[in-house]
Antibody, heavy 117, light 107 residues
Framework: QLQLQESGPGLVKPSETLSLACSVS??????????WGWIRQPPGKGLEWIGS???????YYNPSLKSRLTISVDTSKNQFSLKVISVTAADTALYYC?????????WGQGTLVTVSS | DIQMTQSPSSLSASVEDRVAITCRAS??????LNWYQQKPGKAPNLLIY???SLYSGVPSRFSGSGSGTDFTLTISGLQPEDFATYYC?????????FGGGTKLEIK
């Protein structure tokens, strides 16, 4: 059974870089014909798609975040990662890693990232 | 960007009721519409994909319909575990976007 688990700092200072990793178990990123991605949810609010990466390495980013985003895959660790540079308080959210693009059929439990000095 | 508008934003209903939640896209998205259920403190779960296809393991009391710009999620015979927030999501074009959510509460 596929499981996704986010990891990373829960507190990031304004203007710094948010870095999260998603460990995948139950499937191999390198052999799976799948998209992997990130979705976030500010406290008490709705869902925002951040971006996705295909197994080929092609990336698809939300234009609202694209200039600050990097999503990459590390097949040796069977994980993928998210980097957001120059964060502000508006980036405070629960960050989910997901499988899929046309629909998101597997989700991590989410990790709360707070941007504050 | 394609805007997704859900209505109502909140809904009160009783166990065994039949409820419908609607989702309207700002432009035609064919059948590229998915529905998710989110319970407090949990990640969303996929219920319906491609407007009307039931995801594996989802009870048959959930159904979806629609195409173009107007879509409906129907729950026939509400169960206590169905009280949650529901989101629609379009996958027709990037950026992928979600509706604002519908909170289904017990009356």
């Amino acid at each position: 059974q596929l499981q996704l688990q986010e990891s990373g700092p829960g507190l990031v200072k304004p203007s710094e870089t948010l870095s999260l990793a998603c460990s995948v178990s139950g499937d191999s990123i390198s052999s799976s014909v799948s998209y992997w991605g990130w979705i976030r949810q500010p406290p008490g609010k709705g869902l925002e798609w951040i971006g996705s990466i295909y197994e080929s390495g092609n990336t698809y980013y939300n234009p609202s975040l694209k200039s600050r985003l990097t999503i990459s895959v590390d097949t040796s660790k069977n994980q993928f990662s998210l980097k957001v540079i120059s964060v502000t308080a508006a980036d405070t959210a629960l960050y989910y890693c997901v499988r899929g693009y046309y629909n998101f059929d597997s989700w991590g439990q989410g990790t709360l990232v707070t941007v504050s000095s | 960007d394609i805007q997704m508008t859900q209505s109502p934003s909140s809904l009160s209903a009783s166990v065994e009721d039949r409820v419908a939640i609607t989702c309207r896209a700002s432009q035609s998205i064919s059948s590229y519409l998915n529905w998710y259920q989110q319970k407090p403190g949990k990640a969303p779960n996929l219920l319906i994909y491609s407007s009307s296809s039931l995801y594996s393991g989802v009870p048959s009391r959930f159904s979806g319909s629609g195409s173009g710009t107007d879509f409906t999620l129907t729950i026939s015979g509400l169960q206590p575990e169905d009280f949650a927030t529901y989101y629609c999501q379009q996958s027709y074009s990037s950026p992928l976007t979600f509706g604002g959510g519908t909170k289904l509460e017990i009356k």
